[in-house]
């Protein structure tokens, strides 16, 4: 930094302590006088230092590692010049700081502080056998590692180290503590590229390999494929793996080939045999194949056709692409014989005798009557009487077709319009032998009551055989409808037997209904239509469609909780009102308390505290009262005087207050209070709850006599002898 000083260089170091005018100077090295400045007033600072073993020269002056970092002072503006000096194996390498480059002279205009280093070192030298390049080369700064690396020509790789480097490892690190000579080696490689053709793997994929060297190179194909060859250029082998020597850059293209599987099967199994030319079940993609089918035995089997899963083929032999994995199966069908016959007078299609099927085919069958006959039923391999009907050829089969006569059946009913007849089958006529149902419904208000006719029967439904033609005819009855309806709660049954009466009744027919109230309810009258009735049975006769009510009233029970100082009765009478009424009842009710309690209020199911109370029974209800004990008070007096008691009454409510007053007669004075009162006072306050004994004790009232005697004697006295 700039300042204000004597004139003075120093080398090495220096301090100064100034005080006023004297300078006191400690010296660590020596004392060099300075060339003059223009201003020699302000002065800057050059600081050196080398690196290595080298020196810098500044007039007589030689700055080396061992002493630096050097400094030089300067007068502002004088020109610094310095040099660098090297002997030997010693190289300069470069100036750094406000020096740069490697002249081998610099000047510096000292108008600032400066500093400078000169490193120095030795000589790397370079050289490499192949194609690539080694840097760095030249001057090194001595005893510094040098980071030394080797790049390969692209073709080439870096292989070893040579000279004052050994081993492979690159970059490497070089310590420069001499002149040192390093050499690359590089070695000339090609590249193996391989590709496919089809689904497979390569392996290796790819590499680089020293020239010369051999290369193993294994196809390994997907499932599905097969191996074919291996090209190398215009070159084909058949080896797998192939080994190539790496003399050039090379691709090997490795041929797979895919692979189809065809499965052939016989459906069914016994029914022939499938057979491939070429056989193998493992065909490269394209190869047509030809499948040949063969039934088991012409006299019961026959070939129909080929099926792949998607589309059925009739050819046979079938020739087949394996553009695919393919199933084909040989479909065999199995036949069989039907002969027909007929029984009675008629005809059957298939007509006799006998026609060939496929084992398993359904063959329409069907039967035609002559005039007069019918269709009756199918016989040996056919049963039932469907017709037209299907047969199974599930093997060898024979069918029958039976007919028989036909009878007709007439029905009527009596008398008209009272019930229909239905017939099932409903087919008139019918065939000899068959069995009809017939089934007589009758009409709204009417019920079936027998068969007539051909027939004489009172089942319902009637199973006729029909061994000729027949005339049945079915009879009804009118009848009435009852219906009971209860009004409120019970029930209506028929006396006697407790049954419902509810039911459909022959006309004049007579019934006996009870009315049966449910609990908490009574009965009170019949309702029929218009007509009212309390009988109870009540007899009903049916000559029309009627309805019957049983009217029903709710009834509750009233019950009165009894207390021994009380009677609850009805408002006027002395009669409990406990009983049943009606839903609706109103009563009036009112208490009589004995004597010495009060009514307070209603408990129960009733509450405050009216007399009469007024209820309307509508539920079972329950009814109390609550008394009040009202208090009582005897008063007695021992001695002379009354007692005054405010306020003055036979009974009083619980916890009432009353003032009692003891008052003496002449001559006699209050003593005290007995029983329910305790006390010396006259007056007092009783609160009673209950029953109270009061008595006021009186006593005579004493005054002190005294005596006195002048003279000579004595006084006394009759009651107490001698006074003195």
Same mark, same amino acid.
């Given at each position: 930094m700039p300042r204000r000083a004597i004139n003075v260089r120093t080398i090495g170091y220096a301090t100064a302590i100034c005080v006023g005018l004297v300078i006191i100077f400690t010296w660590f090295l020596r004392l060099k006088p300075a060339e003059a400045t223009t201003d020699p007033g302000l002065q800057y600072d050059l600081t050196v230092t080398v690196v290595g073993p080298g020196s810098v020269i500044y007039g007589t002056t030689t700055i080396t590692s061992a002493n630096s970092p050097y400094i030089l002072t300067f007068n502002a503006g004088d020109q610094a010049t310095f040099w660098w000096s090297a002997s030997g194996t010693v190289k300069f390498v470069r100036w750094e700081g406000d020096a740069t480059g490697t002249d081998s002279i610099v000047t510096l205009t000292m108008d600032n502080d400066k500093s400078v280093q000169a490193y120095f070192g030795y000589i790397l030298t370079t050289a490499y056998t192949g194609s690539g390049s080694v840097s760095p080369s030249g001057p090194q700064v001595a005893d510094q590692p040098v980071? /030394?690396?080797?790049?390969?020509?692209?073709?080439?790789?870096?292989? *070893?180290?040579?000279?004052? +480097?050994?081993? %492979?490892?690159?970059?490497? $690190? +070089?310590?420069?503590?001499?002149?040192? &000579?390093?050499?690359?080696?590089f070695i000339k490689t090609y590249n193996l590229t391989t590709s496919k053709i089809g689904n497979g793997t390569m392996s290796p994929s790819s590499g680089t390999y020293d020239t010369g060297n051999l290369a193993s190179i294994t196809a390994t194909p997907d499932p599905g494929w097969r191996f074919s060859q291996m090209q190398v250029g215009?070159?084909?082998? $058949?080896?797998?793996? =192939?080994? @190539?020597?790496?003399?050039?850059?090379?691709?090997? @293209?490795?041929?797979?080939?895919?692979?189809?599987?065809? =499965?052939? *099967?016989?459906s069914p199994t016994s029914g022939g045999a499938v057979s491939a030319n070429p056989t193998g079940g493992t065909y490269d993609i394209n190869t047509v194949v030809n499948v040949t089918a063969t039934p088991a035995d012409v006299n019961y089997w026959r070939f129909d056709h080929f099926s792949d899963g998607v589309n059925n083929y009739t050819s046979n032999p079938l020739p087949v692409t394996m553009d695919d994995d393919k199933i084909v199966t040989a479909n065999f069908v199995e036949v069989r014989r039907l002969w027909t016959s007929v029984q009675g007078n008629g005809t059957i299609s298939?007509?006799?005798? =006998?026609?060939?099927?496929?084992?398993?085919?359904?063959?329409? /069958?069907?039967?035609?009557?002559? &005039?007069?006959?019918?269709?009756?039923?199918?016989? !040996?391999?056919? &049963?039932?009487? @469907? $017709?037209?009907?299907? @047969?199974?050829?599930s093997g060898d089969r024979s069918v029958t077709a039976v007919f028989l006569p036909l009878h007709a059946l007439t029905v009527s009913v009596s008398p008209s319009n009272s019930g229909s007849v239905t017939a099932d089958p409903d087919t008139s006529p019918y065939l000899e032998g068959s069995q009809v149902v017939l089934t007589a419904t009758p009409a709204a208000g009417w019920r079936f009551d027998r068969w007539e006719g051909d027939v004489t029967d009172t089942t319902n439904p009637l199973t006729v055989t029909m061994d000729n033609e027949k005339t049945v005819q079915a009879v009804f009855i009118k009848t009435w409808t009852l219906t009971t309806a209860p009004v409120g709660s019970g029930q209506i049954v028929i006396d006697g037997t407790g049954g419902t009466p509810d039911g459909t009744y022959d006309t004049g027919q007579d019934l006996n209904l009870r009315a049966i109230p449910a609990a908490g309810w009574r009965f009170d009258r019949w309702e029929v239509g218009a007509v009212t009735d309390t009988s109870n049975p009540l007899t009903v006769t049916m000559d029309a469609d009627k309805t019957v009510q049983a009217v029903f009233i709710k009834t509750w029970t009233l019950t009165t909780i009894s207390n021994p100082h009380s009677q609850i009765v009805i408002n006027g009478t002395t009669n409990q009102p406990d009983g049943i009424y009606d839903d609706g009842t109103v009563l009036y009710i009112n208490v009589i308390p004995q004597y010495g309690w009060r009514f307070e209020q209603w408990s129960g199911d009733a509450s405050g505290a009216s007399l009469p109370l007024i209820i309307t029974i509508s539920a079972d209800t329950t009814?109390?009262?609550?008394?009040?004990?009202l208090s009582r008070v005897i008063d007695s007096v021992i001695g002379e005087g009354t007692i005054q008691r405010d306020p003055l009454q036979d009974f009083y409510e619980p916890n009432t207050s009353i003032?009692?007053?003891?008052?003496?007669?002449?001559?006699? &004075?209050?003593?005290?209070? *007995?029983?329910?009162?305790? %006390?010396? $006072?006259? *007056?007092?306050?009783?609160?009673?709850?209950?029953?109270? +004994? /009061?008595?006021?004790?009186? !006593?005579?009232?004493?005054?002190?006599?005294t005596t006195s005697v002048v003279g000579q004697g004595n006084i006394s006295s009759l009651c107490f002898g001698s006074l003195t």
């Amino acid at each position: 930094m700039p300042r204000r000083a004597i004139n003075v260089r120093t080398i090495g170091y220096a301090t100064a302590i100034c005080v006023g005018l004297v300078i006191i100077f400690t010296w660590f090295l020596r004392l060099k006088p300075a060339e003059a400045t223009t201003d020699p007033g302000l002065q800057y600072d050059l600081t050196v230092t080398v690196v290595g073993p080298g020196s810098v020269i500044y007039g007589t002056t030689t700055i080396t590692s061992a002493n630096s970092p050097y400094i030089l002072t300067f007068n502002a503006g004088d020109q610094a010049t310095f040099w660098w000096s090297a002997s030997g194996t010693v190289k300069f390498v470069r100036w750094e700081g406000d020096a740069t480059g490697t002249d081998s002279i610099v000047t510096l205009t000292m108008d600032n502080d400066k500093s400078v280093q000169a490193y120095f070192g030795y000589i790397l030298t370079t050289a490499y056998t192949g194609s690539g390049s080694v840097s760095p080369s030249g001057p090194q700064v001595a005893d510094q590692p040098v980071l /030394v690396t080797a790049s390969p020509s692209t073709g080439w790789r870096f292989n *070893q180290w040579s000279g004052d +480097l050994t081993g %492979s490892t690159n970059p490497k $690190n +070089l310590t420069m503590d001499a002149p040192k &000579s390093v050499t690359a080696e590089f070695i000339k490689t090609y590249n193996l590229t391989t590709s496919k053709i089809g689904n497979g793997t390569m392996s290796p994929s790819s590499g680089t390999y020293d020239t010369g060297n051999l290369a193993s190179i294994t196809a390994t194909p997907d499932p599905g494929w097969r191996f074919s060859q291996m090209q190398v250029g215009n070159f084909y082998y $058949n080896d797998n793996p =192939v080994t @190539i020597i790496m003399d050039s850059d090379k691709n090997v @293209i490795g041929h797979f080939i895919e692979r189809k599987t065809l =499965v052939l *099967q016989a459906s069914p199994t016994s029914g022939g045999a499938v057979s491939a030319n070429p056989t193998g079940g493992t065909y490269d993609i394209n190869t047509v194949v030809n499948v040949t089918a063969t039934p088991a035995d012409v006299n019961y089997w026959r070939f129909d056709h080929f099926s792949d899963g998607v589309n059925n083929y009739t050819s046979n032999p079938l020739p087949v692409t394996m553009d695919d994995d393919k199933i084909v199966t040989a479909n065999f069908v199995e036949v069989r014989r039907l002969w027909t016959s007929v029984q009675g007078n008629g005809t059957i299609s298939p007509a006799p005798p =006998v026609h060939i099927y496929d084992k398993g085919i359904d063959v329409p /069958v069907s039967a035609t009557p002559d &005039s007069g006959w019918g269709f009756s039923h199918w016989t !040996q391999s056919l &049963s039932g009487s @469907i $017709n037209p009907t299907v @047969i199974t050829m599930s093997g060898d089969r024979s069918v029958t077709a039976v007919f028989l006569p036909l009878h007709a059946l007439t029905v009527s009913v009596s008398p008209s319009n009272s019930g229909s007849v239905t017939a099932d089958p409903d087919t008139s006529p019918y065939l000899e032998g068959s069995q009809v149902v017939l089934t007589a419904t009758p009409a709204a208000g009417w019920r079936f009551d027998r068969w007539e006719g051909d027939v004489t029967d009172t089942t319902n439904p009637l199973t006729v055989t029909m061994d000729n033609e027949k005339t049945v005819q079915a009879v009804f009855i009118k009848t009435w409808t009852l219906t009971t309806a209860p009004v409120g709660s019970g029930q209506i049954v028929i006396d006697g037997t407790g049954g419902t009466p509810d039911g459909t009744y022959d006309t004049g027919q007579d019934l006996n209904l009870r009315a049966i109230p449910a609990a908490g309810w009574r009965f009170d009258r019949w309702e029929v239509g218009a007509v009212t009735d309390t009988s109870n049975p009540l007899t009903v006769t049916m000559d029309a469609d009627k309805t019957v009510q049983a009217v029903f009233i709710k009834t509750w029970t009233l019950t009165t909780i009894s207390n021994p100082h009380s009677q609850i009765v009805i408002n006027g009478t002395t009669n409990q009102p406990d009983g049943i009424y009606d839903d609706g009842t109103v009563l009036y009710i009112n208490v009589i308390p004995q004597y010495g309690w009060r009514f307070e209020q209603w408990s129960g199911d009733a509450s405050g505290a009216s007399l009469p109370l007024i209820i309307t029974i509508s539920a079972d209800t329950t009814i109390g009262v609550d008394l009040v004990e009202l208090s009582r008070v005897i008063d007695s007096v021992i001695g002379e005087g009354t007692i005054q008691r405010d306020p003055l009454q036979d009974f009083y409510e619980p916890n009432t207050s009353i003032t009692y007053t003891a008052i003496p007669a002449p001559g006699w &004075s209050f003593a005290d209070w *007995q029983g329910s009162l305790a %006390s010396a $006072n006259a *007056q007092e306050t009783l609160t009673v709850n209950g029953t109270h +004994l /009061v008595t006021a004790v009186f !006593q005579r009232n004493t005054f002190p006599l005294t005596t006195s005697v002048v003279g000579q004697g004595n006084i006394s006295s009759l009651c107490f002898g001698s006074l003195t």
